[in-house]
């Protein structure tokens, strides 16, 4: 089940498609295999020829310092779940945004 945070990244995803479609072509230079994605041990997998693979974001996850995991953290702290929805999608859209740029 997705929290509010991915649901909102998700959202803001999939609003920016149509835009992105205007300026990309398909490219059948390279043949990828099929894969089909998974939840295994808690982290997103995919199945590519028999094999369980992490995903780019398991690995990232799993690779990060311990700075970084702490700086999180304290981010964390500082956002305020009780603060109303409204504020919280601006916060997320300006941290995507300066994340995009």
């Known amino acids: 089940m997705l929290n509010e945070v991915d649901s909102l990244k998700i959202n803001f995803f999939f609003s920016t498609i ?3 479609r205007n300026h990309m072509q398909w490219n ?10 998974s939840i295994f ?3 997103r997998h ?3 020829n028999q094999e369980n693979l992490p995903s780019v974001t398991t690995i990232l996850k ?9 700086k999180l953290e304290e981010w964390k702290k500082r956002v305020d779940i009780n603060k109303p929805k409204l ?11 300066c994340t995009i740029i």
């Open 18 to 20: 149509p835009s992105i």
């Open 28 to 37: 059948n230079k390279y043949s990828y295999p099929k894969s089909t994605r």
């Open 41 to 43: 041990q808690g982290s």
């Open 46 to 48: 995919y199945s590519v």
């Open 62 to 70: 799993a690779t990060e310092s311990e700075e970084k995991k702490a």
């Open 87 to 97: 504020f919280q999608e601006k916060q997320l859209l300006e941290v995507v945004q």
